[in-house]
């Protein structure tokens, strides 16, 4: 088994030393502290749909967490099941919908195992056209929001306070935009970004947060002027699909085209609720009347996201109950609606043979037996609480009456389906038919030393571990900006995943070989550019 771990560099080497390599490196984000990627299964926030990764995966120090996440109750974080794997620690019934063993049988699960081969990749992996090595921030930026984008903006934003003055009287101060004058507004608000600042205006303050540099470029005035009538739809459609963000679906749209052309993720993939909710520092630093008066936010955001290099290659946004009519909302049953989540997620890469890891309220056996007819192979933690276990054997869902051993696992297999119950200061459930169960693999911990494992749960360890580390870096150029209209934070998340994404595009081009900009250097360049300062004398 060792030997097998040392014959090639294993799977979560494999994924610190990408993280150090061309895509993802510490110059990228610079220092933003502790991070989660020593805990591969880890915790999102306790308060959201999203699913609670296991925070513990048997370090022996406690794990570190986000100051967000330090709020919740090891109830809410996942600890409660983190030492039974997810269900009770019983050994009586299992959750709804499990197979009693003779039930198992009949359904074909035995503990004869047999290998598993996921078919060569059907997709070259990378950017999908070539920049320039004199391509700017701005050229990166708008392969996702480029300049028809911006002109509907204009349009849009005209024919609103057109209407809305008529509705409600003239606005003396008012004249239509220009698209100069939106990209000033977008870098404005971009900003926020880079100088981690709530409010857009102190720009123009005396304030610690003041900007003359770039505050010469447009009155306060003006600006509030344009944040005022700031439409992507300026008329709600007679009919659509999704109502309820109606103004904001033609901007996610043209935005998932363009994920979609300009770059091709590597096999493995990975679908989750990325990191998004309140900032950490005002979450230390205020009140807790302050806190309560912050609106919870009214929509969930799941992605797809590519495990080599961070790309998020496609969106899906789903408003909470009673808002709108995209058919999500209607869905009490978490594991159902997730399920449908990544439906929408995948719809664009069948026939591929594409490696997917997934949560538990994803992971269920239905969904990977639909997928893997689509030739998309699947890798999932299970929780016995969260994840919808019909048609899986019961006595692998409950633990034994005899105490494991620390890296012991067990696997039964349906077809090209393994479960797998890997023990490691708690029990820990995967399913998947992406990777061998006859094969191993191994966790290396600082303290603990080598763990031994199935592949498929040190493939799941390994890249999920990278996404976490990601995730925490990118996370903090978020634009701070905290609009209270639901499609307005909708469309300023959606504007800083583009940025972050054209960031990595920038990582792997010629451009980054002449200029070498880290994360926080590209988001200053982008606000520049935006704003059209090197060319141009400042105006207004």
């Known amino acids: 088994m060792a030997e097998c ?8 080497e494999a ?7 061309l895509q993802i490196s510490d110059d990228v984000f610079g220092e933003s502290g502790d991070d989660s990627s020593d805990n591969p299964f880890y915790s999102t926030s306790g308060d959201s749909d999203s699913d609670n990764y296991i925070a513990e995966v048997g370090e022996e120090e406690q794990p570190k967490h986000h100051h967000h996440h330090q709020k919740r109750s090891d109830k809410e974080s996942g600890h409660s099941w983190a030492a039974g794997g997810g269900g009770g620690g019983s050994s009586g019934a299992g959750p709804p919908g499990a197979l009693s063993r003779s039930q198992a049988e009949e359904e074909g699960w035995t503990e004869g195992l047999q290998d598993v081969t996921v078919p060569p990749y059907k997709e070259t992996y990378g950017p999908a056209q070539k920049m320039s090595a004199t391509a700017t921030a701005l050229d990166f930026f708008q ?4 300049d028809n984008c911006i002109q509907n903006m204009v349009v849009q934003t005209n024919m609103y306070a057109k209407k ?18 939106i990209k000033a507004f977008l870098g404005f608000v971009t900003s926020t970004s880079v100088h981690r600042c709530e409010s857009v205006l102190s720009i123009w303050s005396s304030g610690f947060f003041s900007n003359r540099s770039i505050a010469l470029k447009m ?3 003006r600006f509030e002027k344009i944040l005022k009538y700031f439409h992507i739809v300026a008329f709600r459609p007679s009919q659509g699909s999704n109502q309820g963000l109606y103004k904001i679906q033609p901007f996610l749209d043209s935005l998932q085209q363009s994920f979609s052309c300009t770059f091709r993720p590597s096999q493995t993939q990975v679908l989750h609720e990325p990191l998004i909710d309140e900032d950490p520092v005002f979450i230390t630093t205020c009140t807790e009347r302050e806190l309560r008066k912050r609106k919870k936010r009214k929509f969930s955001l799941w992605v797809r996201q590519c495990t080599s290099t961070g790309f998020i290659c496609q969106i899906s946004v789903h408003l909470k109950e009673g808002q ?5 909302a209607t869905l009490k049953n978490k594991p159902q609606l997730h399920s449908l989540v990544a439906k929408q997620l995948c719809q664009n890469i069948s026939g591929k043979n594409t490696i997917i890891f997934t949560g538990p309220s994803i992971t269920s056996l239905s969904l990977f ?19 919808d276990c019909t048609g899986l054997p019961q006595n692998m869902l409950v633990c034994g009456s005899t105490p494991a051993q620390r890296g012991q696992s067990r696997v039964m297999m349906k077809g090209s389906m393994s479960l797998i119950s890997w023990y490691n200061k708690g029990h820990f459930r995967f399913l998947t038919n992406a990777y061998s169960p006859t094969k191993q693999g191994m966790i290396i911990k600082r303290k603990s030393g080598e763990i031994p494992c199935p592949l498929a749960v040190e493939a799941f360890a390994a890249h999920l571990s990278y996404i976490c580390k990601y995730d925490d870096k990118y996370s903090k150029y978020f634009i701070f900006h905290k609009p209270n209209k639901t499609w307005q934070q909708v469309f300023w998340l959606s504007i800083s995943i583009a940025i972050n994404n054209a960031y990595i595009l920038y990582k792997m081009s010629d451009a980054y070989t002449v200029k070498r900009y880290s994360r926080a250097q590209f988001g200053e360049r982008l606000v520049r550019e935006l704003l059209d300062l090197d060319d141009c004398s400042p105006t207004q």
């Open 5 to 12: 771990g040392r014959k090639a560099l294993s799977l979560l």
């Open 369 to 387: 037996s639909e997928f893997s007819k689509q030739d998309i192979y699947c890798c999932g933690l299970l929780s016995t609480r969260k994840s």
């Open 15 to 21: 994924a610190r030393s990408r993280y150090e390599s």
């Open 164 to 181: 809305f003055q008529e509705r409600f009287g003239s606005d003396e101060g008012w004249r239509p935009v220009t698209a100069q004058e």
């Open 143 to 146: 392969l996702f929001v480029p």
């Open 324 to 328: 709108g009519t995209d058919g999500l």
């Open 219 to 221: 009155s306060q005035s």
